[in-house]
Structures are given as structure tokens and as C-alpha cells.
């Protein structure tokens, strides 16, 4: 009995714990609920990973095609004629690019277009003053010069410029002369002169300078000086790989050649991109009404700045309005169209005198009149077929005057003509006389240059009235 009591006790224990679960039993309803959830989420995230990661490749590869096709249409070439040949910086492509005015942050120097040049230069400072003596070479604020920069530069040839000091004016002037393989030769002047004392009867003490002008090989050759009677520097000769053998001469005085190559043909090509840069400007640019202007592509929803930033003008932060619509006007902007349109047209004129206009003045002849420098025979000269005469310019600038001051429909356009014409006219003859110490009897129609009987004091001095303006 006792026996199946304790038998009876076990069942009754065994019986309280849980059944173990077989495998064809399925868990109870509120496990599958949670494992079904925790199986969902995971899908959700597994989803969005991978809709995230297409559109990032597909975000990347647009971008890199925009990238790819933006990049081309910027480096398009222009469909005209190119301005430069490849590799125009050589010496054996443009040679006479190759030596120029390329040194910047120095008052005046020469080097070549190539990164390993022979470079030349000059530096000077004033001696026996109290005032400042300090060395003159690098462009500095603290130098205190009253101004500086280039009178005239053709970019190849030639070039004047002006250094204006505390008491005196340096005048750098440079020319080459074409030759070679290398650009040919190169010759330099400076002039001082003193600034006239405002007071009548003061006579300041001339300024003693000194003029320094230096060459450097940079560790790319081998330079040596000559001196002349063991005192003044004469020459230097040196020897580059760049350039061979090579020699620079330090002359007491030298004349200046105002030699100069035509750039008409540099011109030709490059006025299409001048007027496709110009054109665009004028189109793009461009306000509701007539020659107004105002800078495009700023953003008038924005609150991001105090106003919206002009980063096309270059004057990125300038005070504009501070919410930009089509009643804006940009004066920087209408400067800068007035001024290239003065320019283009410059150049137009240029490029389309073929007519009786020149820089010089007018010709004899009409360059279009088939008979425009023709002999009449091998030993009759085209004496008044083209060259520019004074007699005929007189009458023309005479003709101008009067009419600049006559009321009538065409009184601007002739004082502008009148202007233009007579200075060029003055400038010209004042130029050649400058240079050779005649007065010509013709200039010539192309380069200005005085030729024909000098010294001609007939009616080329009719120059003289005409800068009286006495018609």
C-alpha cells in the first residue's frame, strides 16, 4: 500500500510540470505574433538599405555624367579659326612671343615664356637723402609711389611705362627686334627726369640715383661679367641650355627703335571671340529695358544671406538688393558693357579701315579704289595714291570743326570725328618728329612712318594750326 502511495505521489508531481513539445506541435499563438514582427522589421530595413544604395549609385552616376557633360561643353572649342597654335608658348612655335614683360610683382623686367628662363630686371634707390632710400624692386604698397604702369604695350614688341616717384619719374622702354630661333634681340632704355619744383624761383638739388640692373641663370646656366676699363659693367655673356650662348651689353646710351609689328592679324583672329564673349554679356545679362543691365543667377528665395551674393560680377558680397527681381540695375555692370563696347568698336574700326581712316589720319586714297597705290608707270611712284597727306587732312579737320559747331542732325557725330581725327593726325606727325627730328612731307598709311622730302616745313606745318585749332 504503502508501495503505490508513493507511486501515486510521483504521477501527481510529473503531472504538474509542462509538456515537453513534440515536433509536430506548433508554439503558441502569442510567440509566432512576435517572431512574425521581429521578421517584418528586419525586411523593412533590409529594403530601405538597399533602396537607399540604388539611389546613391544612381545619384553618382548622374552626377558623373552632368559632371562629364558639363566639362565638355566648357572645353568645346570655338568654331573659329584658333587664336593660339599648340604649344605657343615654345620658343620653336611663337618665337616672338617667347622673351616679353612676363615677370610679375617686379617694377620692370624680362623673361621668357618657358619656366626655366634666363630672367633680367632692374631695381634702383635714391642715394644721399633723408628721406626714403629703401631698394626699389618688388611692387610694394609701403614703397609709396605716386603710380606706376604701362603707357602703351603692344604684348609682343614694344612697350613704355611710367614709374613715378617721390621727386622724379623713371621711363622704362623696351623693343625687340625679330630674329632667330629664340625671339631675337631685345633692347631696353631708361630715362630719369626730375619733377618741376612748384615755386619760381626754387632750383630743388637734383635727385642722385642709382640704377641697378641685374641678370639671373637661377642654377640653370653659367653667367659672366666683363667690366669696361676695370670699372663699369659692360656685358654679361652666359650660356643656357634653353637658349645657347647668349650675351647682354650695358651701354652708356642707346637710341630706342617705336618699332612695331602690325597685330591686325592677331586681331582677325581673335575679334569672333571677342564678339562671342561680348554677345553674351549683351543677351544674358541684360534688363527689361534698353541698355540696362543687371548681374543674373541670384537666388531671391533664399534666407540665407543678408542679401543674395553676386559671385558672376566677382564683387561676390557687394551690397545689392536685398531681393533681387527685373527692376535691378548693376552701374558696375553697364560700366563694364560701355567700356567693351568702346573697345569692340575700336577694333571694328580697325579691322574695317579700308577705306580712306587710319590711326595716322586720313590716306589720299581710298585703300577699296582699284587704283589705291598703283604705279602709273616702273618709274612714277604712287605719290598720291594712298600716303597720308597733311594738306588733305587740314582741309577735312577744318571741315569737322565747322561742322561740330553748326546746328544740324550730324553735329555729334562730326565733333566726335573732329576729336579723333585731329589728335590722331597731331600724334603722329608729333611721334615721327620726336623720333627722327623731321617734319615729313607724307606719312604712310600703314605704319605712320614720315617719308617722301624732309625736312618738309610746306603744308605739313599746318600741324601747327591745327593744335591752335586755327581754321
Not at 29 to 42: E, L, M, T, Y
Not at 200 to 210: D, E, G, R, T, Y
Not at 370 to 377: D, E, H, V
Not at 431 to 455: F, K, L, M
Request: aromatic content about 12%; glycine content about 8%.
Amino acid at each position: 500500500m504503502a508501495r503505490r502511495m508513493g507511486r501515486q505521489r510521483k504521477r501527481v508531481v510529473a503531472g504538474e510540470a509542462v509538456p515537453l513539445l513534440r515536433k509536430d506541435d506548433k508554439p503558441p499563438a502569442f510567440h509566432r505574433k512576435d517572431k512574425k514582427k521581429k521578421v517584418d522589421i528586419g525586411k523593412v530595413f533590409i529594403n530601405i538599405s538597399i533602396g537607399l544604395c540604388i539611389f546613391s549609385l544612381a545619384w553618382f552616376f548622374y552626377a558623373l555624367h552632368m559632371r562629364s557633360s558639363l566639362a565638355k561643353r566648357v572645353v568645346t572649342p570655338h568654331p573659329s579659326p584658333r587664336v593660339l597654335d599648340a604649344n605657343s608658348s615654345s620658343a620653336a612655335v611663337s618665337a616672338d612671343r617667347f622673351w616679353g614683360s612676363y615677370r610679375p610683382q617686379v617694377y620692370f623686367g624680362m623673361k621668357t615664356r618657358s619656366s626655366r628662363s634666363i630672367v633680367a630686371g632692374m631695381m634702383w634707390m635714391r642715394q644721399f637723402a633723408d628721406m626714403d632710400v629703401n631698394l626699389r624692386h618688388t611692387c610694394e604698397q609701403g614703397d609709396r609711389l605716386q603710380g606706376y604702369g604701362w603707357l602703351m604695350h603692344d604684348g609682343i614688341t614694344f612697350g613704355v611705362q611710367e614709374i613715378r616717384d617721390s621727386d622724379f619719374t623713371l621711363t622704362t622702354e623696351f623693343v625687340k627686334r625679330m630674329g632667330g630661333d629664340h625671339g631675337g634681340d631685345w633692347t631696353w632704355r631708361v630715362t630719369a627726369k626730375q619733377h618741376v619744383s612748384a615755386g619760381f624761383f626754387s632750383a630743388p638739388q637734383a635727385p642722385v640715383l642709382s640704377l641697378m640692373f641685374y641678370t639671373a641663370a637661377d642654377t640653370q646656366g653659367s653667367l659672366e661679367a666683363h667690366l669696361e676699363d676695370g670699372k663699369r659693367l659692360a656685358s654679361v655673356t652666359g650660356f643656357s641650355k634653353e637658349l645657347g650662348n647668349f650675351k647682354i651689353t650695358f651701354r652708356k646710351s642707346e637710341l630706342l627703335e617705336p618699332a612695331s609689328r602690325p597685330t591686325l592679324p592677331f586681331l582677325r583672329r581673335l575679334f569672333p571671340r571677342l564678339k562671342t564673349w561680348f554677345d553674351w554679356y549683351n543677351t544674358t545679362q541684360t534688363g527689361p529695358l534698353p541698355n540696362s543691365y543687371r548681374w543674373r543667377g541670384r537666388d531671391k528665395d533664399t534666407n540665407l544671406f543678408l542679401n543674395p551674393k553676386t559671385l558672376t560680377s566677382g564683387l561676390d558680397d557687394y551690397p545689392r538688393a536685398s531681393h533681387p527681381s527685373a527692376d535691378e540695375r548693376h552701374v558696375d555692370l553697364h560700366c563694364w558693357m560701355a567700356l567693351s563696347s568702346g573697345i569692340m568698336a575700336s577694333i571694328a574700326r580697325l579691322l574695317d579701315s579700308n577705306k580712306l581712316w587710319t590711326p595716322y589720319g586720313l590716306r589720299s586714297l581710298s585703300r577699296a579704289d582699284p587704283l589705291y597705290m598703283k604705279r602709273n608707270t616702273e618709274h612714277d611712284a604712287p605719290y598720291w595714291r594712298g600716303p597720308i597727306w597733311i594738306n588733305i587732312n587740314y582741309l577735312a579737320v577744318r571741315a569737322l570743326h565747322h561742322y561740330s559747331n553748326a546746328e544740324g542732325p550730324h553735329r555729334e557725330k562730326a565733333a566726335a570725328l573732329y576729336q579723333e581725327l585731329r589728335t590722331n593726325i597731331i600724334n603722329n606727325v608729333y611721334r615721327q618728329y620726336a623720333e627722327t627730328g623731321y617734319v615729313w612731307e607724307q606719312y604712310n598709311d600703314g605704319t605712320g612712318r614720315g617719308q617722301g622730302s624732309h625736312p618738309f616745313t610746306g603744308w605739313s606745318a599746318l600741324t601747327v594750326l591745327m593744335m591752335a585749332e586755327q581754321y
